[in-house]
């Protein structure tokens, strides 16, 4: 006996079955794009630190390629421009960049409440949510001293009688754009910044 062959339009023997198949396949997608935004959430701060710890190994690269160059003596007027570095930085979620110098050491967020710590040859990036990560630049020993601009417009040393807040150089976030640094002379060689 031969089986009756009907057209495709008239064949609703699985009808029923196609909602409940397609409802199934949307709760399946739903739910492998929830995991996949869940995971993101989770990886997107790995991602960052290890994009954060990139950049800061360039800048460490960029200071230790100077030490050995030629500083600008700041007790003379005319001398030549020391050895100098452009470091470009994009970390608009840290609350500062610190060279040389630990400005928060209670950890608490304000950075005028306690004295800050030097910290040669060392670069700290601090996290919204407080975590602190210290990065070493190896070689010659490097003295960080933020930079201001004289009568002439040249860079020097900012020689302010507060001691503390003239150690070592510190960037509030959010960090982003180019930085410069230049190699001095005054007494011993300082790194200074030109921002």
């Known amino acids: 006996m031969k089986a009756k062959k009907t057209s495709f339009i008239k064949d609703t023997r699985a009808?029923?079955?196609?909602?409940l198949k397609m409802v199934f396949y949307l709760v399946i997608t739903g739910a492998v794009i929830f995991l996949m935004a869940f995971s993101w959430n989770s990886l997107s701060p790995v991602y960052s630190g290890t994009k954060d710890s990139k950049q800061i190994n360039d800048a460490s690269i960029e200071l230790m390629s100077i030490q050995n160059g030629y500083p600008r003596n700041l007790l003379e007027q005319n001398s030549p421009d020391g050895s100098t570095c452009t470091i470009k930085l994009s970390m608009p979620?840290?609350?500062?960049?610190?060279?040389?110098?630990?400005?928060?050491?209670?950890?608490?967020?304000?950075?005028?409440?306690?004295?800050?710590?030097?910290?040669?040859?060392?670069?700290?990036?601090?996290?919204?949510?407080?975590v602190?990560?210290?990065?070493?630049i190896d070689g010659?020993?490097?003295?960080?001293?933020k930079g201001i601009l004289d009568n002439n417009g040249k860079w020097i040393m900012d020689?302010?009688?507060d001691i503390n807040?003239?150690?070592?150089?510190?960037?509030?976030?959010?960090v982003e754009g180019d930085f410069d640094?230049?190699?001095?002379?005054?007494?011993?060689?300082?790194?200074?910044?030109?921002f």
């Open 15 to 19: 009808a029923d079955t196609i909602p």
């Open 93 to 130: 979620h840290i609350s500062y960049l610190a060279f040389g110098v630990d400005p928060d050491p209670d950890m608490d967020g304000d950075l005028t409440d306690t004295y800050w710590i030097q910290e040669n040859n060392t670069i700290i990036c601090q996290y919204g949510n407080g």
């Open 132 to 136: 602190k990560d210290r990065y070493h």
């Open 140 to 145: 010659n020993t490097i003295y960080f001293r």
């Open 159 to 161: 020689n302010n009688p």
């Open 165 to 174: 807040r003239s150690l070592g150089v510190v960037i509030k976030g959010p």
């Open 181 to 194: 640094f230049e190699l001095v002379l005054e007494e011993k060689k300082y790194t200074i910044s030109c």
